[in-house]
């Protein structure tokens, strides 16, 4: 790596935890019984409603958001991902109602597809030697700050200061990251020739059952750990009997678990083939979740916090990618961001759906969503021989 894109990289990672604040802000139960009052909603679960807009701003923006990131270069995006978080943190801290929260959480879901359209080219541009581990520190970044949102909220109220206070420090973060980011350095995007639109190579795509499966594979292994993220502190409050100060801390087991999936699947994934954790992680999760609905006790949950960040939220999606680019090398770009549409639009609809269930029926819902993907990674293993020898017949 270059020296000079040091700073650019330091922005670019600490973009990725005040993204990791904002995506877990509306899942803490402190947070949402606060919001639940300032907007009128009637109930915790109407926070959640407005969760889902992050997934609808994502939606919008994903088939755009990259070509711009290629066009006008990373410099750009990242500064409008960062101007639209800040427009999410201010708003989400001061709208008097549900329809102003829901606009600035829309524009929350355009930051993130900004911000990941710009970032995940860059810092592999920059260290390029490590794709791999750059790509993986984003995912880092955001584990850290989702580990440290209990501590943050019990600083919060330790000061006497309102919850909505540590949004509008984030805002005011990324607002400055924002401002160094127009003047670091950033590398010079290769010439490359004509790119094609999105919907032109939607257009030429030929899609088999099994790409169909893993873009499915995209939505239901989001379900499992949205779901989780946004409901399970409801559900260990109502239903296990966690205390209100307490419940916060499901968080932190859950960042705990995802931080060491990203270590022990590095690991892993140098000895097994990758499309093999698509069904195990999964139904790890199954088991988990069904643990957790029966058994319904303060460290169910709290143990199901940990085995859902590390089987869910630990890589499942990212591999997913990975193993859909192994196999489908000629419409790469085209069917990776059908993934993540996926993924948006599962943010979307299924937490919509969940902001309109009790807390154990979210539960039962995210069991029935995950065995549907462990189902769909069967498929997939069975023909992956097969599709492995379709894919290297298809480059010579």
Same mark, same amino acid.
Not at 184 to 203: C, D, H, R, T, V
Not at 381 to 394: H, I, V
């Given at each position: ?148 949102? $209990? *501590?943050?909220?019990? +600083?919060?109220? !330790?000061? %006497?200061? /309102? ?6 420090? @984030?805002?005011? #973060? ?10 670091? $350095? *950033?590398?010079?995007? +290769?010439?490359? !020739?004509? %790119?094609? /639109? ?6 030429? @795509?030929?899609? #088999? ?30 239903? @296990? ?156």
């Amino acid at each position: 790596m270059n020296k000079k894109y040091l700073p650019s990289v330091i922005i670019l990672y600490l973009n990725y935890f005040i993204h990791g604040i904002g995506a877990s802000l509306l899942s803490q139960q402190l947070v949402k019984e606060h919001l639940a009052a300032q907007w009128g909603t009637g109930d915790v679960m109407g926070v959640t409603a407005i969760a889902a807009a992050l997934g609808l701003g994502r939606l919008i923006s994903l088939p755009f958001a990259g070509p711009l990131s290629d066009k006008l270069g990373r410099r750009v995006s990242v500064v409008i991902g960062a101007a639209s978080y800040v427009i999410f943190f201010v708003g989400i801290a001061f709208s008097p109602n549900v329809q102003i929260a829901y606009v600035a959480a829309v524009l929350g879901g355009i930051a993130n597809s900004f911000l990941d359209t710009a970032t995940y080219p860059a810092v592999a541009e920059i260290i390029y030697k490590y794709t791999g581990i750059a790509t993986m520190g984003i995912k880092f970044f955001i584990s850290v700050a989702q580990l440290m949102m $209990p *501590f943050f909220l019990g +600083a919060v109220a !330790g000061t %006497s200061m /309102s919850y909505m206070t540590l949004p509008l420090v @984030a805002g005011i #973060s990324i607002a400055v990251l924002g401002v160094l980011a127009i003047f670091a $350095p *950033f590398p010079q995007i +290769a010439e490359s !020739g004509k %790119s094609e /639109s999105f919907l032109n190579n939607l257009k030429n @795509a030929n899609f #088999s059952l099994e790409s169909i499966a893993l873009i499915l594979i995209g939505f239901t292994s989001t379900a499992t750990f949205q779901l989780w993220l946004n409901c399970a502190q409801t559900f260990g409050k109502e239903i @296990a009997g966690i205390p209100l100060e307490s419940v916060s801390y499901m968080q932190t087991y859950y960042s705990a678990g995802t931080m060491a999936a990203l270590v022990v699947t590095s690991i892993l994934i140098t000895k097994f083939k990758q499309v093999r954790f698509l069904v195990i992680y999964p139904a790890i999760s199954v088991v988990m979740l069904v643990f957790v609905y029966m058994i319904k006790t303060p460290m169910i949950c709290y143990v199901g916090a940990f085995v859902i960040g590390y089987a869910a939220a630990g890589g499942v999606l990212q591999m997913a990618t990975a193993v859909v680019n192994d196999l489908f090398p000629k419409i790469k770009g085209t069917i990776t961001s059908l993934v993540m549409i996926a993924s948006s639009l599962c943010n979307y609809t299924i937490l919509s759906a969940a902001a309109k269930m009790s807390a154990t029926n979210v539960i039962i819902m995210n069991i029935v969503i995950t065995v549907i993907g462990v189902l769909l990674a069967i498929f997939v293993n069975m023909r992956y021989g097969t599709l492995l020898k379709r894919t290297e017949a298809s480059k010579n």
